[in-house]
Protein backbone atom coordinates (compact mmCIF):
# COMPACT_ATOMS: atom_id res chain seq x y z
CA UNK A 1 0.00 0.00 0.00
CA UNK A 2 1.31 3.41 -1.11
CA UNK A 3 2.43 5.63 1.74
CA UNK A 4 3.28 9.40 1.70
CA UNK A 5 5.30 11.53 4.71
CA UNK A 6 5.56 14.68 5.57
CA UNK A 7 8.46 15.85 6.95
CA UNK A 8 10.03 20.05 7.61
CA UNK A 9 7.42 21.98 9.22
CA UNK A 10 7.19 23.67 12.08
CA UNK A 11 7.76 27.14 13.40
CA UNK A 12 9.14 29.91 11.92
CA UNK A 13 9.10 34.46 11.76
CA UNK A 14 7.38 36.09 8.87
CA UNK A 15 9.39 36.35 6.12
CA UNK A 16 11.65 32.88 6.88
CA UNK A 17 12.03 30.01 5.05
CA UNK A 18 11.10 26.00 5.14
CA UNK A 19 11.09 23.39 2.94
CA UNK A 20 8.84 20.27 3.08
CA UNK A 21 9.57 17.14 2.13
CA UNK A 22 7.45 14.35 1.46
CA UNK A 23 8.41 10.56 0.12
CA UNK A 24 6.69 8.32 -0.95
CA UNK A 25 6.39 4.45 -0.02
CA UNK A 26 5.31 1.09 -1.28
CA UNK A 27 3.47 0.36 -5.25
CA UNK A 28 3.90 4.19 -6.44
CA UNK A 29 4.80 5.35 -9.81
CA UNK A 30 6.65 7.96 -11.12
CA UNK A 31 4.18 9.13 -13.70
CA UNK A 32 2.08 10.21 -10.86
CA UNK A 33 1.33 13.82 -10.19
CA UNK A 34 2.32 15.22 -6.61
CA UNK A 35 1.14 18.12 -5.03
CA UNK A 36 0.42 19.92 -1.97
CA UNK A 37 -2.47 21.06 -0.04
CA UNK A 38 -2.83 23.27 3.13
CA UNK A 39 -5.74 23.58 5.96
CA UNK A 40 -5.68 26.36 8.09
CA UNK A 41 -8.59 26.22 10.75
CA UNK A 42 -11.99 26.96 10.36
CA UNK A 43 -11.21 26.56 6.52
CA UNK A 44 -11.22 23.84 4.14
CA UNK A 45 -8.51 22.05 2.57
CA UNK A 46 -7.10 24.33 -0.45
CA UNK A 47 -4.52 23.60 -2.79
CA UNK A 48 -1.46 24.99 -2.56
CA UNK A 49 0.59 23.25 -5.58
CA UNK A 50 1.81 20.43 -8.15
CA UNK A 51 4.02 19.23 -10.27
CA UNK A 52 3.44 16.60 -13.09
CA UNK A 53 5.68 13.83 -13.66
CA UNK A 54 7.42 15.77 -16.78
CA UNK A 55 8.08 18.09 -14.17
CA UNK A 56 4.95 20.72 -15.44
CA UNK A 57 3.97 22.69 -12.61
CA UNK A 58 1.07 25.00 -11.11
CA UNK A 59 0.41 27.09 -7.64
CA UNK A 60 -2.39 29.23 -6.12
CA UNK A 61 -2.36 32.64 -7.07
CA UNK A 62 -1.56 32.88 -2.89
CA UNK A 63 2.03 31.31 -3.16
CA UNK A 64 3.01 32.20 -6.80
CA UNK A 65 6.85 33.68 -6.42
CA UNK A 66 7.37 32.68 -3.27
CA UNK A 67 6.64 28.39 -2.97
CA UNK A 68 8.67 26.42 -5.23
CA UNK A 69 7.76 22.58 -6.23
CA UNK A 70 9.95 19.98 -6.84
CA UNK A 71 10.34 16.33 -7.19
CA UNK A 72 12.82 13.80 -7.18
CA UNK A 73 11.37 10.88 -9.47
CA UNK A 74 13.94 8.28 -8.68
CA UNK A 75 13.59 9.05 -4.74
CA UNK A 76 9.50 8.99 -5.07
CA UNK A 77 9.89 12.65 -3.22
CA UNK A 78 8.59 15.86 -3.34
CA UNK A 79 9.88 19.09 -1.99
CA UNK A 80 8.32 22.72 -1.58
CA UNK A 81 10.46 25.43 -0.65
CA UNK A 82 8.86 28.12 0.82
CA UNK A 83 10.21 31.42 1.40
CA UNK A 84 8.96 35.06 2.20
CA UNK A 85 6.61 32.99 4.28
CA UNK A 86 3.56 35.17 6.26
CA UNK A 87 1.05 34.48 9.18
CA UNK A 88 -1.44 33.47 6.52
CA UNK A 89 0.38 30.36 5.45
CA UNK A 90 -0.09 28.72 8.81
CA UNK A 91 -1.50 25.91 8.00
CA UNK A 92 -1.12 21.65 7.88
CA UNK A 93 0.13 21.15 5.22
CA UNK A 94 -0.79 17.60 3.33
CA UNK A 95 1.38 15.85 0.68
CA UNK A 96 -0.88 14.59 -2.14
CA UNK A 97 -0.15 12.07 -5.38
CA UNK A 98 -2.60 11.27 -8.19
CA UNK A 99 -2.74 9.39 -11.34
CA UNK A 100 -4.88 12.01 -13.26
CA UNK A 101 -3.17 15.75 -13.30
CA UNK A 102 -6.65 17.68 -13.45
CA UNK A 103 -7.81 16.23 -10.10
CA UNK A 104 -4.75 17.16 -7.85
CA UNK A 105 -4.97 20.40 -9.00
CA UNK A 106 -8.43 20.97 -7.72
CA UNK A 107 -9.51 18.19 -4.79
CA UNK A 108 -7.41 15.30 -5.19
CA UNK A 109 -10.17 12.55 -5.94
CA UNK A 110 -8.99 9.31 -6.24
CA UNK A 111 -5.81 10.18 -4.76
CA UNK A 112 -3.87 9.69 -1.53
CA UNK A 113 -2.91 11.67 1.36
CA UNK A 114 -0.28 11.88 3.68
CA UNK A 115 -0.84 12.51 7.36
CA UNK A 116 0.29 16.16 7.22
CA UNK A 117 2.91 18.27 9.27
CA UNK A 118 2.12 21.67 10.54
CA UNK A 119 3.58 25.05 9.43
CA UNK A 120 2.96 27.96 11.93
CA UNK A 121 3.97 31.69 11.04
CA UNK A 122 4.37 34.25 13.56
CA UNK A 123 3.77 37.60 12.95
Known amino acids: QVQLVESGGGLVQAGGSLRLSCAAS????????MGWFRQAPGKEREFVTA???????SSANSVKGRFTISRDNAKNTVYLQMNSLKPEDTAVYYC?????????????????WGQGTQVTVSS
Open 26 to 33: GRTFSTWA
Open 96 to 112: AVNVRWSRIRTTNDGGI
Open 51 to 57: ISWSGDS
